[in-house]
């Protein structure tokens, strides 16, 4: 029966069909020039396709803790020569947000559409290790103008382009 499903699903005959349909990976990334830790989680819809949703949390800058930035992102890749290990290119769509920890209703918020490709290595079944870079572009959606009047003091709201570099390490399943 499991060959018989691999065959009507395009593998070839006698293949296992049992290939990671989940994974979950930290990310510490550079968003040039500051930092940001996040968390994500990918699901296969495709032997080459998989979609994913992540949040990242912007390490403020000194001195500037009491503006939180936070950004949640949906992903879709593109993977070669299967999901989750290889070569991969990804197109992103996030919403980033700046609040002032003390009162949140101060809050920037900004779309951050971005492309990036990068290379996954997996070591064994589960375990991988990954890096990428990649192009992000910030567009203001809301701005109060009683937070991040200096630009740099809000690194998860920032405008225009930059490069993001970053590091995944985590499990598929």
């Not at 949140?104 to 079944?125: D, E, H, N, Q, Y």
């Not at 990649?134 to 959606?141: A, E, I, K, P, V």
């Amino acid at each position: 029966m499991l060959c018989a499903a691999a065959v009507m699903l395009g593998a070839p005959s006698g293949a296992r069909v049992d290939a990671p349909k989940n994974a979950i990976a930290i990310t510490p990334a550079v968003n040039a020039p500051r930092f940001g830790i996040g968390i994500g989680y990918d699901r296969a819809v495709h032997r080459l396709l998989s979609v994913g949703a992540r949040f990242e949390y912007a390490i403020p800058r000194a001195g500037y803790a009491h503006l939180q930035g936070l950004t949640e992102t949906l992903a879709l890749t593109l993977w070669v020569p299967r999901a989750f290990r290889g070569f991969f290119a990804e197109a992103s769509l996030g919403l980033a947000h700046s609040v002032l920890a003390s009162q949140p209703l101060f809050r920037r918020t900004t779309i951050v559409p971005g492309l990036s490709a990068g290379l996954r290595w997996r070591f064994g079944k589960t375990f991988f290790a990954g890096a990428s870079v990649g192009l992000r572009w910030g567009r203001l959606l809301r701005g109060d103008p009683a937070i991040c009047t200096y630009s740099a003091a809000c690194p998860a709201t920032r405008t225009g382009p930059w490069v993001r570099a970053a590091l995944d390490v985590g499990f598929a399943f």
